[in-house]
């Protein structure tokens, strides 16, 4: 119970009933959804509760009238807008459940070097957050009760209706990050989390992104956390026993593309002296001491909790970066995804994902090959390219061309920005006439 609560009950003369609403644990939100079932249950008597429910009729007429969100207001906005990206974008839920995504940004511009986001003419995103979560309550209240009624067509196709609708709710919306390696990516989401070297960037081309990493709102501490989730050792011995075919054929068309990839993966995990040894001793249990999720058969998550962001970087650094310069260990082979928690970031990342991808053109297949994937699964796309070469560059386009692919056969697409970086790299006098 909360000190609202608390005043309205005194001075509504109900102090008796203080303890039986802090007993039920009623806060201003809940105090402002009640209904006549609740009534009943909170004030057994019939008069007091007449009274009491006047009361509360009166207050939330009184808060519609001065703007704040009502108990009413919020119940019967289950369908509306999902929290924004600092307010730019609001995804809604239609009332069939289904997400539908506005543009985050123009579809064509060009940000400056400052960061900004529009601010919208649309409810505010305190009303936004209300009406979630209560759309969350009720729909988890709806379906509770439909699992406790007798099993019948009608009951089993409203709870496939409900179910569907909470998972509505609680999906983020993926905001992939595409482009070639050096664009920018990284960076750009290191700017727009207010935090200058958190992702690995290619400025230097000798260290990279090389694996998928999701970034997050952190929802439950002040930590930055990193989540990464490893292969399984047996896809680990197949993609070995691939490399090693592929590193021996002697045939004069061998692909020299595929044995640089298979060499720079068993050279990043192994070392130079990995080059040349068998798959049994390649898969020697002495290899992997350092990263026992690896071996484990039910926990293949290894999670880092780290007060700052520069110390949490530098703790991923060997598994999500490829660097020659590194002198450690590089386990980026053997992982399938980063997923990392950035505290205080509630309001830009409550609903949203952002999705950076190792870059297209790399000279490592598989990475290069990763973004086409994962693209039909992305609900907006952000295609990032450096200014200076945004037209001349193939990449670019052929993302750009699978977006629309997505978008016209009625995918997960539902918008594409196209982002120029590097802005404070050029010279806007020889683009003026």
Known sequence: MDNFVRDKLTEWNFSEYIDRFKDEEIDKESFLLLDEKAFANLIPKLGPRYTFQEKHKAI??????????????????????????????????????????????????????Q????????PTS???????????????????KLKTLPKNELIDYLKGKMTKLR??????????????????????INAI??????????????????VMIQVEANMT?????????????????????SHLDIMSDENDNKNEELVKVATAKIQAFYGKDGVGKSLNDLMKGEHFREIPEFLSPTNTVKKISCGTASELSGKIACYTRSDNKMAAKHYWPLVKCVTIKVPNTKELLEHIV?????????CNKTRDDMWKSHL????????????????????????????????????????ITFICTKTDAINPKNYLG
């Open 376 to 415: 039909s699964q992305c609900s907006s796309v952000w295609i990032v390219n450096d200014i200076q070469r945004a037209a001349s560059e193939r990449e670019p386009w052929m993302i750009l061309e699978s977006s629309f692919s997505y978008l016209i056969q009625g995918g997960e697409c539902e918008n």
């Open 167 to 188: 998972t509505g709710v609680k999906n983020k919306v993926l905001v992939g990050i595409f482009g070639k390696t050096g664009a920018g990516k990284s960076s750009l």
């Open 221 to 241: 501490n002040y930590s930055y956390e990193a989540e990464i989730e490893f292969i399984s050792k047996e896809e680990w011995e197949k993609d070995l026993k």
């Open 126 to 144: 305190k009303f936004e957050r209300q009406a979630m979560e209560a759309a969350e309550t009720c729909v988890t209240q709806v379906l509770d």
């Open 354 to 362: 952002l999705l950076d991808l190792p870059g297209t053109g790399d």
């Open 115 to 122: 960061l900004c986001f529009s601010k919208p003419t649309q």
């Open 60 to 113: 939330q007429k009184e808060l519609e009238n001065d703007g704040t969100a009502t108990g009413s207001q919020v119940q019967t906005s289950s369908t509306m807008a999902w929290a924004s990206l600092d307010q730019a974008a609001a995804p809604s839920i239609s009332p069939q459940g289904k997400i539908k995504h506005p543009h985050t940004f123009p579809s064509t511009s060009t940000p400056p070097k």
């Open 193 to 210: 989390l207010g935090e200058q070297n958190f992702l690995p960037n290619g400025a230097n081309i000798s260290a990279c992104t090389s």
